[in-house]
């Protein structure tokens, strides 16, 4: 019973920063282990990073640890994305998602999901 809406997407450059929002609505935000996701056209959703639910742990994906930093503010029941560094390969949408076990890699483990975000980076 948690809605979530991302925000902060957009058009940058190579070597740009954004940083992406999401913000949920209905249930106990502190409950749930939190989530971001990537897809790009033809290809599999693929996980970018997750955050424990006292935001405590922290994991990334391979391909954008050291560029990406995921946080959450649990008062203001916000998750954010810190995108440093962006390359071409970056470009996807970009979803927010929800866990009421713990923090994952595997989509299949999350139960709530924003609309997603478009997030372009060109050359």
């Known amino acids: 019973q948690v809605q979530l809406v991302e925000s902060g997407g957009g058009l940058v450059q190579a070597g740009d920063s954004l940083r992406l929002s999401c913000t949920a609505s209905?249930?106990?935000?502190?409950?749930?282990?939190m989530a971001w996701f990537r897809q790009a056209p033809g290809k599999e959703r693929e996980i970018v990073g997750a955050i424990t639910r006292s935001g405590v742990g922290r994991y990334y994906a391979d391909s954008v640890k050291g560029r990406f930093t995921i946080s959450r503010d649990n008062a203001k029941n916000t998750v954010h994305l810190q995108m440093n560094s962006l390359q071409l390969e970056d470009t996807a949408v970009y979803y927010c998602a929800a866990s009421s076990a713990g923090p994952s890699y595997w989509t299949s483990s999350y139960g709530h999901w924003g609309q997603g975000i478009q997030v372009t980076v060109s050359s």
């Open positions: 209905g249930g106990t935000f502190s409950n749930y282990a």
